[in-house]
């Protein structure tokens, strides 16, 4: 056994495997973890879905099929490529489409990722992992922004 310090990694994806679907909840995971809860005016925007889109492009090989769900209509033109693995979605109500896909995809082992407490009651009526969004950002890694010697001068 080495003695050197291996960062814990989250319960997650302690068992996550190809065969798993993370279903993630991607305003509430921004709101929580991107904007650190700042105004929701920022939320909507562009760049800051493809921070999201970046960051969980970077979940280890083999994690599984990752669903990013977004509330509100597809601004995504087809040209947009997307990491392997991931896809975006955009429904009415993000809440609402992770619950019909949790009960449509019984074969496979779902996470979901969210803070908002009912959703995740919901979804775990239904049999599925339930992740915060701190601990689904720090299995994607950090990003180079992140990282305190990234500070200009």
């Known amino acids: 056994m080495s003695s050197e310090a291996t960062p814990r990694e989250p319960r997650g994806l302690q068992s996550a495997g190809s065969n798993c679907e993370w279903l993630v909840d991607a305003y509430n995971v921004i709101h929580v973890t991107l904007l650190g809860g700042t105004d929701r005016s920022r939320w909507w925007t562009a760049p800051v879905r493809a921070q999201l889109i970046e960051r969980a492009g970077r979940l280890p090989p083999g994690a599984g099929q990752i ?10 033109q087809p040209e947009d490529a997307q990491p392997g693995g991931l896809k975006q979605i955009f429904a009415p109500s993000a809440d609402e489409w992770i619950v019909r896909r949790l009960k449509t995809s019984p074969d496979v082992e779902q996470i979901v990722v969210t803070a908002d407490r ?31 010697d990234s500070e200009k001068s």
């Open 67 to 76: 669903w990013l769900v977004f509330d509100g209509s597809d601004p995504i």
């Open 118 to 148: 009912r959703l995740a009651g919901r979804c775990r009526h239904h049999g599925a992992r339930i992740l915060s969004p701190g601990e689904f950002v720090r299995a994607c890694g950090e990003t180079e922004a992140d990282s305190p």
